[in-house]
């Protein structure tokens, strides 16, 4: 398993901005695609963006597309979410996962939302957002 340690959680005004990041303890990072899910309480966890291995091939689901942007730099082997015109329906926990190692096989967006997908999670960090 990858130890992972998710960072850059806080308080923002609605149309604020955060970065998180998600720190890797593995020298293979570059094989691993990489998630972001988010949890708000009373509800299950969902998926928020996904970045492949290999190509860096991103995903989002519909409500942070052209909001958030997923993002990794495999020579700090963290990834990172930067999360601009934050809302207060973004307040929640959020988790980064990672899926791999991968040497061979096609990374999808179906597989980029699954959480069964994912072997390693981080711990979270919470992020709120005020009217």
């Known amino acids: 398993q990858v130890q992972l340690v998710e960072s850059g959680g806080g308080s923002v005004q609605a149309g604020g901005s955060l970065r998180l990041s998600c720190a890797a303890s593995?020298?293979?990072?570059?094989?691993?695609?990489m998630g972001w899910f988010r949890q708000a309480p009373g509800k299950e966890r969902e998926f928020v963006a996904g970045?492949?291995?290999?190509?860096?091939?991103?995903y989002y689901t519909d409500s942070v597309k052209g909001r958030f942007t997923i993002s990794r730099d495999n020579a700090k082997n963290t990834a990172y979410l930067q999360m601009n015109n934050l809302k207060p329906e973004d307040t929640a926990t959020y988790y980064c996962?990672?899926?791999?190692?991968?040497?061979?096989?096609?990374?999808?967006?179906?597989?980029?939302?699954?959480?069964?997908?994912?072997?390693?999670w981080g711990q979270g960090t919470q992020v709120a957002v005020s009217p």
């Open positions: 996962a990672a899926d791999g190692p991968y040497y061979l096989g096609n990374w999808s967006p179906q597989k980029a939302q699954t959480v069964g997908e994912y072997d390693s």
């Open positions: 593995v020298r293979t990072f570059s094989r691993y695609s």
């Open positions: 970045i492949s291995w290999g190509t860096s091939t991103t």
